[in-house]
């Protein structure tokens, strides 16, 4: 099992960047694939951008060329550097881990969440 602890979210102007973090402790960090997901009010969860074991990153396409997902495993900790934010990225941020599924879709098959990290664009 793994814990997951998000940090870095906040509220900036459109155009601005920022830098979420999720620490994760319990468990073989390696051994999972990590994501970030996200919801805004009223909608569903969606795939931001996930990283394999292997180090492989996908994004979903609202985000490519915006945000980058990176790691730092000797910290167990996972990144995800948001810039050119818009209105739109307003969301709650979400860490998971799984050790079998990775992927943006399905969010549910994802066995580990963090609490999630606010972050709020304006115009």
């Known amino acids: 099992q793994v814990q997951l602890v998000e940090s870095g979210g906040g509220s900036v102007q459109a155009g601005g960047s920022l830098r979420l973090s999720c620490v994760a402790s319990?468990?073989?960090?390696?051994?999972?694939?990590m994501s970030w997901f996200r919801q805004a009010p009223g909608k569903g969860r969606e795939g931001v951008a996930i990283i394999t074991t292997r180090g492989r990153a996908s994004y979903a396409d609202s985000v490519k060329g915006r945000f980058t997902i990176s790691e730092d495993n000797a910290k167990n900790t996972l990144y995800l550097q948001m810039n050119s934010l818009r209105p739109e990225d307003t969301a709650m941020y979400y860490c998971?881990?799984?050790?079998?599924?990775?992927?943006?879709?399905?969010?549910?098959?994802?066995?580990?969440w963090g609490q999630g990290t606010q972050v709020t664009v304006s115009p």
């Open positions: 998971a881990a799984d050790d079998w599924w990775c992927g943006l879709d399905q969010y549910t098959r994802y066995n580990f």
């Open positions: 319990g468990d073989t960090y390696t051994n999972y694939c």
